[in-house]
């Protein structure tokens, strides 16, 4: 009983805290024109509750911490604004300067602009170049149960923030990006227990800036390609002209759609720009990385992973099946972990649809210094071969199971100082469709070693 008093009394002295936008001037009818109103209210309150209602904006919103001090706009999930105009429905703009430490914190910073809210609201969008909210300078800032819908982009970080949170947020049907980390500098943010959907430019795309401590979770994340949109992914890691690292994907769905051109659930392109490596080794471009991607479930994509240029990545216990050109396509890769994963072509999903139109299999293109172990690939049908290794060195294949596939199981073209050992490479299916290629070849290459394999083949070195 004493707990549950606390709480309402916390609860009375949040609502105190807060202001009822329609005590000034606000009207939330939908018709009018809410933008001066809700402006000035957030210049003079900083934190405002908005009731059930649609509030029409024609301009951003914009929310300067420096002038308004502790900031938070909340609803309980009925407060729907339109935003008829280009631009963010809502500008959250903060002056912190420092990293996620305590002592880079300035005095001002942390009194006055830590820790905006924004929770419980809608954005819809009435104008093609409407976005949801964009946010910039920021410390602690915080999503939660926020809707984003037929906006161009949905949450837009740009230039720097430190420790962002989303959570319980729907980002649903934008033209654009879901959440979009644009040539940010950010280190901390947590995606989490999210719906981020049918977004035609990517999910959860993080493109140049300096991007550090990435942690995705336990979202559904689907559909964020579109067959007339350009090639996009579920997640996207675009470290061009920057650098993007240290970034964790766990626990999540990330599927769909298969019908449209060079979609990916996770693309992570690796080579980032630094110019203090072409000083010390004659190359400006980096390998990023330092990604784990660990108990997903991927499907009905082009390709489920693409990785290239990157370092550090590590794939494992993962579920796969529907990617219509490969499951996993890695290129110019180092220490690249791939293990204890399933790639599978389960028969219950032959209800979608797609009579086997899948590929499926796993590509490595001169790759080093990495590993494939432990895995179940099965049913990889018009490939070259299930699992193609091309070039690469000091490459660990080991332990996996590579089944009734309808070509060569494993080949390895051009790879050195390697080591293939205790894998089962088998097609064991019906005579009349059983593969009569060789379970493993080997073509060029030296200095490997190929140690006990159960192949239902047999093996041919050329």
């Known amino acids: 009983m004493l707990r549950l008093l606390c709480l309402l009394a916390i609860s009375a002295s949040v609502a105190l805290a ?43 919103i914009e929310v300067d ?3 308004t001090g502790l900031t938070g706009l909340s609803s309980d999930g009925t407060a729907r604004f339109i935003m008829t105009g280009p631009g ?66 949905g949450i837009r970080l740009t230039p720097r923030n430190r420790n962002v949170v989303i959570s319980d947020c729907h980002l649903y049907d934008n033209s654009g990006i879901g959440v979009f980390l644009d040539n940010l500098n950010l280190h901390q943010i947590n995606i989490v227990g999210s719906h981020i959907s049918y977004n035609r430019g990517g999910g959860v795309v993080s493109r140049g800036g300096n991007v550090r401590n990435l942690h995705i979770g336990t979202c559904d994340i689907e559909g964020n390609h579109h067959a007339d949109s350009p090639p996009s992914a579920n997640v996207e890691l675009d470290s061009t002209g920057g650098s993007i690292g240290e970034v964790a994907i766990v626990g999540c769905t990330l599927q769909h759609t298969s019908k449209a051109p060079g979609s990916a659930n996770i693309r992570i392109l690796g080579a980032g720009t630094d110019p203090s490596l072409e000083r010390k080794m004659g190359r400006a471009h980096t390998r990023e990385g330092n990604v784990t991607i660990s108990a997903n479930v991927f499907s009905d994509v082009r390709v489920n992973i693409e990785v290239k240029e990157s370092r550090g990545v590590v794939i494992t216990g993962n579920t796969f099946w529907e990617g219509f050109e490969h499951d996993i396509l890695a290129e110019n890769c180092e220490h690249l972990i791939v293990s204890n994963n399933n790639f599978d072509r389960n028969p219950r999903y032959l209800v979608n649809g797609f009579q086997n139109s899948e590929n499926n299999g796993l590509v490595f293109k001169n790759c080093a210094d990495s590993s494939l172990s432990g895995n179940i690939i099965a049913g990889v049908m018009r490939k070259r071969a299930a699992v193609e290794i091309l070039g690469g060195r000091r490459l660990m294949i080991t332990n996996n199971s590579i089944l009734d596939s309808d070509s060569i199981g494993l080949l390895l073209e051009g790879v050195e100082g390697s080591l293939v050992s205790d894998n089962i490479i088998r097609d064991d299916r019906m005579a009349d469709v059983k593969s ?21 083949n047999g093996k041919k070195v050329q």
């Open 88 to 153: 963010p429905a809502f500008r959250v703009t903060g002056h912190h300067e420092g990293t996620a430490a305590p002592a880079s914190l300035k005095p001002e910073v942390w009194a006055q602009e830590r820790t905006p809210m924004i929770s419980g609201l809608e954005i819809f969008g009435g104008h093609p170049e409407a976005d949801g909210v964009e946010v910039g300078g920021t410390m602690q800032v915080t999503f939660h149960r926020l809707v984003v819908s037929k906006c161009r982009h």
């Open 18 to 60: 807060q202001t009822h936008v329609l005590t000034l001037g606000v009207k939330g009818d939908g018709q009018t024109d809410d933008t001066a109103a809700i402006q000035k209210a957030v210049l003079e309150k900083g934190s405002l509750v908005f009731p059930k209602g649609t509030y029409k904006l024609t301009q951003t």
């Open 65 to 67: 911490l420096s002038k």
């Open 436 to 456: 009569k290629e060789p379970s493993l070849v080997v073509t060029g290459g030296n200095d490997n070693q190929i140690g006990s394999n159960l192949l239902g």
